[in-house]
């Protein structure tokens, strides 16, 4: 998928999730990306709360409490998502700390 981030950047939301179900033969259950150039980000590598939104979705839709979702961006990421029907989603996964701050 080669997105315009042009046209992204103009839409009436600030960001854009696709995502669609995996192929048969992968691991995984759904694939993803995340664009937000209206917000400054042109694509986000890993993003949790696109999971939160997209997780309810394929889990209803897939009949399954959990899914095992890959955000295909160029670093890419894997993340757990698990769903039971309410107003809160479960992720996990791997994370890479970027920086570190502490407030006095």
Request: aromatic share 8%; proline share 7%.
């Amino acid at each position: 998928m080669q997105p315009d981030l042009g046209i992204l950047a103009n839409l009436e939301r600030p960001n854009a999730i696709i995502t669609s179900i995996a192929k048969p033969d992968s691991r995984f259950d759904i694939v993803s990306r995340f664009f937000a150039p209206g917000l400054g980000i042109l694509e986000d590598p890993v993003t949790g709360a696109a999971h939160c939104v997209s997780g309810p979705y394929w889990c209803r839709r897939l009949q399954q409490d959990t899914l095992l979702a890959y955000q295909a961006s160029p670093r890419g990421g894997v993340v757990k998502v698990a769903y039971d029907g309410s107003d809160r989603v479960a992720l996990s996964g791997q994370a890479v700390m970027v920086f570190r701050a502490e407030m006095i």
